[in-house]
């Protein structure tokens, strides 16, 4: 076995978008597969995570922003920048050091999780909290890609949906076909776009026999491609997918339709709800916008409407160690258990005595 070389050196075949210039990279991607017990029983499916939260600033923006960089960095860029909710941020910070660039972000003040703002200022980066929300800042972002010297790496630069796609091709290469149906979160509509494509690509050339239906799930607060119009004041808890108006809206709602699936929301307390039982029944820790898919795979089977007998992958985008502020605080009172050093009595708390 060979180590994994990152998405750019594995898959450069599919990527020509990138060039032969050496790839920045922090060796993303090959990120594990794992069978749920749970929600394949509550399915009658096979249900497989797609654990994303494993890549190296713990989202699957890495994916893309091994690309984008890449690219940017051999284009001669010396800054760039992005609008984010948090994680986007935090991968281009990374990236963006790796290759010698003034990583410049745009968040909406006061609403991004502790953990993704503490990554952005570790690596270094202009952090700039703006009065407003996120399509406020991509709003932003673009401009100042347009009259300064900064390259713009948000998922409409087509270079990062193209790094993205790079995990339909892993769910593929693993389960040695598509699956039937693939869930996911969506806010920005970039990644439900970029797996459609990788999902198409492998069909095409016949690596994979099928594409699958595509589900992705809105928070209610923030779900304007399940109202069909722009949201002006997006609200949820899952501050990543806090987002009125999505950048890609016609490439999610062609892989809706090309796929014969559905974009439908779910609540902030089914999307709370779904973040802790996967952490309690699986051992997988992700984020509440991680959830939103689990949440949403979940209110369909209790509809009847999930498929039974089918293979199933749902994608979980990032690590619940971003954001321990909202998990912790969903977890409600939590016993302090303090006790002298002394086995017997710890014997006891753990009801083994
Ligand atoms: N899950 C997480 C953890 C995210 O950070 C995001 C988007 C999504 C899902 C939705 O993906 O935007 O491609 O539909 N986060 C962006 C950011 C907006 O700035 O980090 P999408």
């Not at 050196?9 to 090959?30: C, F, I, M, Q, S």
């Not at 790079?166 to 509509?189: K, R, S």
């Not at 302090?336 to 002394?342: G, T």
Request: glycine fraction near 10%; charge should be negative.
């Amino acid at each position: 076995a060979r180590p994994w070389r990152g998405v750019i050196e594995e898959y450069r075949d599919r990527l020509p978008v990138v060039g032969d210039a050496p790839a920045v990279t922090l060796g993303e991607g090959g990120t594990p597969l794992v069978r749920s017990t749970w929600l394949s029983e509550a399915t009658g499916s096979d249900v497989w995570l797609k654990v994303e939260g494993s890549n190296p600033t713990g989202s699957f923006k890495d994916r893309g922003m091994t690309a984008a960089i890449t690219v940017a960095a051999a284009e001669g860029a010396k800054a760039v920048v992005c609008a984010s909710t948090g994680n986007t941020s935090a991968s281009m910070a990374a990236y963006a050091v790796r290759a010698g660039l003034q990583p410049i972000v745009l968040v909406p003040q006061g609403k991004i999780a502790a953990g993704k703002m503490a990554q952005a200022l570790m690596f270094d980066s202009l952090v700039v909290q703006v009065r407003g929300n996120f399509d406020d800042c991509l709003a932003m972002a673009r401009g100042m890609a347009d009259d300064y010297p900064v390259a713009l790496v948000n998922s409409v630069n087509p270079v990062r949906l193209q790094g993205q796609k790079t995990g339909a091709f892993e769910i593929v290469d693993v389960l040695g076909d598509a699956p039937d149906l693939h869930v996911m979160p969506v806010g920005n509509a970039g990644n439900i776009s970029a797996y459609w494509l990788g999902y198409g690509e492998y069909a095409a050339d016949g690596v994979a026999t099928r594409t699958p239906e595509m589900w992705g799930f809105q928070a209610e607060g923030a779900a304007p491609l399940v109202v069909g119009s722009p949201v002006p004041d997006p609200e949820t808890v899952a501050s990543a997918i806090r987002i009125g108006n999505p950048a890609s809206w016609d490439l999610a709602i062609a892989a809706r339709d090309e796929s014969r699936g559905r974009i439908a929301a779910v609540s902030d307390q089914e999307i709370l709800d779904a973040q802790r039982e996967l952490a309690r029944r699986d051992g997988v820790f992700v984020e509440p916008a991680s959830a939103a898919g689990v949440a949403g795979l979940l209110k369909a089977a209790a509809a009847g409407e999930a498929p039974s007998g089918a293979t199933i992958s749902v994608v979980v985008t990032g690590n619940g160690l971003k954001d321990i502020d909202t998990a912790l605080s969903h977890l409600g009172v939590i016993p302090e258990n303090v006790i002298d050093a002394d086995v017997s009595k710890a014997a006891e708390l753990a009801g083994l005595a």
